[in-house]
């Protein structure tokens, strides 16, 4: 955890940090942009995943007969915040297969930077599931405070949010508003600029994934 944020853990495994070096130059293009992406994602949801409970089972290998550990407990969702949230999906299922998809689609108002749904559906046994919100950047984290809020309205106990890049007035808010929500990502960043983004960041990330700037 981050000594100055409590509910903050920063990846600062060499691969991660590898990838996400590349993920924030100019010069990487649209196809290894969406790699890295999913590449990173898959090992900080290998973090976020790591309370996950086990049981034991019986099985047969070619050698013996033994006991041994899977996962157990409450069914997982990943829930993406649109549209960025959607290049992280794919490393989150290759991972974990059997977990529910949820999206909540929402844009920053460009003129208050505040938060505007536009989508949002959930599997209706999500109150009952151990989630996973996920975003590339948590940048202002109004976007992510809304997803949020709107899940427990739904219910859920058990959240965590996984992002690739973070701003400390990003965390700073999601602390406040959220406490009990773990947060996983690779780096902490400097600061927002006077637009709302990320420095020094990677830009927009859904652009960059997309092919849309």
Sequence with gaps: MHSDFPTLTVVQHPLVQHKLTYLRSEDTATENFRRLLKETTQMLAYEATQDLPTEPIEIRTPVATMRSPVISGKKLCFVSILRAGNGMLDGMLELLPA????????????????????????????????????????????????????????????????????????????????????????SLDERLDEHGYIVPGLGDAGDRMFGTR
Aim: proline letters at 8%.
């Design 99 to 186: 977990a529910r998809v949820g999206h909540i689609g929402l844009y920053r108002d460009p003129e208050t930077l505040e938060p505007v749904e536009y989508y949002f559906k959930v599997p209706e046994d999500i109150a009952e599931r151990d989630v996973i919100v996920v975003d590339p950047m948590l940048a202002t984290g109004n976007s992510a405070v809304a997803a949020l809020d709107r899940l427990k309205e739904c219910g859920v106990q058990a959240l965590k949010l996984v992002c690739l890049l973070a701003a400390p007035e990003g965390v700073a808010k999601l602390a406040r508003e959220h406490p009990d929500v773990p947060v996983f990502t690779a």
